[in-house]
């Protein structure tokens, strides 16, 4: 059983429907079409897109998560599958984005050639947005990091950490705790990108980068300071 897939009864309470991140992807992606919802979890954007009128899929290579999504939103697709093997599958699209860390889930060199897929199934002028962890705040990585706890909707703490490992990579662990419960604990391994070195292999894949953020409320990036990055490109061509 998958990390993920363990995780999945879990999610919810760490990481629920947020109106905010909703009102974002709707306001930069195409009114009508199809659009990709690539490493979508328990499926809460595109379903939501599709409750919009959209043609929204959710790709997701974890069992649990692509479970949780049918059963709650009938009204998208979804599939699981590995992003670049489900890209030539599920395109053309009119739109795409990533909610959450899913890009450095991929090693570095994959994370090129999933772009360059990506970029395949996209017009130009199409919009694509990714969120990942803000990596200019930890890298290099030379000791073990720890992000502050996240409060879940019960009163859960969730804590992530990232530990070095070699070749750029790091080791991400989290742990679920209640009280004195520990209800979960996890470990995966991650290829992080300082955010100047996403934006050049964005361009070299075909990218252009328009917007820039330290979240999805609209607030200014601050390298050494915020927690995320969303960023927003458009498909050049």
């Known amino acids: 059983m998958s990390f993920y897939t363990e995780f999945a009864p879990h999610y919810e309470r760490i990481f629920p429907f947020r109106p905010v991140t909703a009102e974002f992807l709707q306001s930069r ?4 079409g199809r659009v990709l919802d690539l490493g979508c979890a328990n499926g809460h954007y595109a ?3 599709a409750a919009q009128g959209l043609e929204a899929i959710g790709v997701d290579l974890d069992e ?5 999504a049918r059963e709650r939103y009938a009204g998208a697709l979804f599939v699981q599958d590995d992003l670049m093997a489900a890209l030539p599958l ?9 909610v959450g860390n899913v890009l450095p889930h991929l090693d570095h060199e994959s994370q090129g050639a999933f772009l360059a897929e990506l970029a395949g199934v996209l ?6 947005l990714v969120q990942t962890v803000n990596f200019d705040r930890v890298l290099p990585l030379d000791e073990p990091y720890d992000f502050p706890g996240v409060e879940a909707l019960d009163g859960a703490v969730f804590h992530r950490r990232y530990e070095p490992r070699d070749g750029g990579a790091m080791s991400f662990l989290v742990r679920l705790v209640d009280g004195d419960r520990e209800l979960f604990r996890g470990e995966t391994l ?10 050049a ?5 075909g990218f252009e980068l328009v917007e820039q953020f330290g979240a999805f409320d609209g607030r200014a990036y601050e390298a050494p300071e915020s927690g995320g990055l969303v960023q927003v490109y458009r498909r050049t061509g």
Not at 64 to 68: E, L, R, S
Not at 90 to 98: E, F, H, L, R
Not at 190 to 199: A, F, K, N
């Open 201 to 205: 292999l964005h361009s070299e894949a």
């Open 47 to 49: 379903g939501h897109l």
């Open 190 to 199: 991650l290829s992080p990108q300082l955010s100047g070195d996403q934006t």
């Open 64 to 68: 649990g998560m692509i479970t949780a």
């Open 123 to 128: 017009p130009a002028g199409a919009p694509w």
């Open 90 to 98: 599920v395109g053309p699209a009119d739109g795409a984005y990533s």
């Open 29 to 32: 992606l195409p009114d009508r």
